[in-house]
Antibody
Framework: QVQLVQSGAEVKQPGASVKVSCKASGYTFTGYHLHWVRQVPGQGLEWMGW????????NYAQKFRGRVTMTRDRSINTAYMELTSLTSDDTAVFYC??????????WGQGALVTVSS | QTVVTQEPSFSVSPGGTVTLTCGLS?????????PSWYQQTPGQTPRALIY???TRSSGVPDRFSGSILGNKAALTITGAQADDESDYYCLLYMGSGNWVFGGGTKLTVL
């Protein structure tokens, strides 16, 4: 069965970086784009960008360009999202989601990142 | 930058029908935006309801349907049930590999 398992909750100081992982299983990792979505507590979903695990091609939302980097390690079927220069506004749950073509059919469980001094 | 608009909140009576919409601050939504809809209850991961405008995801009851109404994408729930009380988000493809979520609609069933 398809699963996306994300890394655990993290607490970071302002100005730091965070790297969230998303380990895929139950399907061909290189066959589907993986997207990342941010959700600030009490607010809506926000598209951050995607990576294609086969080629490593990426596309980032304009809002996050310069601060986000999405990578993957094909040997362990894992994608990563790194966000730098964190502020308290980045306190959020970060999801990875598999792109089935025109929708997200499977989601990771989410990783809470808390930015606090 | 184009904003994807949704009603912030909506209310429906049990058994009633409600249509949530998803529009653009500039222009019209079409099938080329590949509208999809997601349901999220508090503390849970979103789940896909509708993709490609009007295709139901696996396991989604047929009381959920998608369409284009006028210049917006629409999600219609027919025969609303108590457990339909959730947040609903649309997602649109904006071209050049870019996607944008709407702000979400909080649906109350009472």
């Amino acid at each position: 069965q398809v699963q996306l398992v994300q890394s655990g909750a993290e607490v970071k100081q302002p100005g730091a970086s965070v790297k969230v992982s998303c380990k895929a299983s139950g399907y061909t990792f290189t066959g589907y784009h993986l997207h990342w979505v941010r959700q600030v507590p009490g607010q809506g979903l926000e598209w951050m960008g995607w990576i294609h695990p086969n080629s490593g091609d990426t596309n980032y939302a304009q809002k996050f360009r310069g601060r986000v980097t999405m990578t993957r390690d094909r040997s362990i079927n894992t994608a990563y999202m790194e966000l730098t220069s964190l502020t308290s506004d980045d306190t959020a749950v970060f999801y990875c989601a598999r792109d089935a073509g025109t929708s997200y059919d499977f989601w990771g469980q989410g990783a809470l990142v808390t930015v606090s001094s | 930058q184009t904003v994807v608009t949704q009603e912030p909140s909506f209310s429906v009576s049990p058994g009633g029908t409600v249509t949530l919409t998803c529009g653009l601050s500039s222009g019209s939504v079409s099938t080329s935006n590949y509208p999809s809809w997601y349901q999220q209850t508090p503390g849970q991961t979103p789940r896909a309801l509708i993709y490609n405008t009007n295709t139901r995801s696996s396991g989604v009851p047929d009381r959920f349907s998608g369409s284009i109404l006028g210049n917006k994408a629409a999600l219609t729930i027919t025969g609303a049930q108590a457990d339909d009380e959730s947040d609903y988000y649309c997602l649109l493809y904006m071209g050049s590999g870019n996607w944008v979520f709407g702000g979400g609609t909080k649906l109350t069933v009472l």
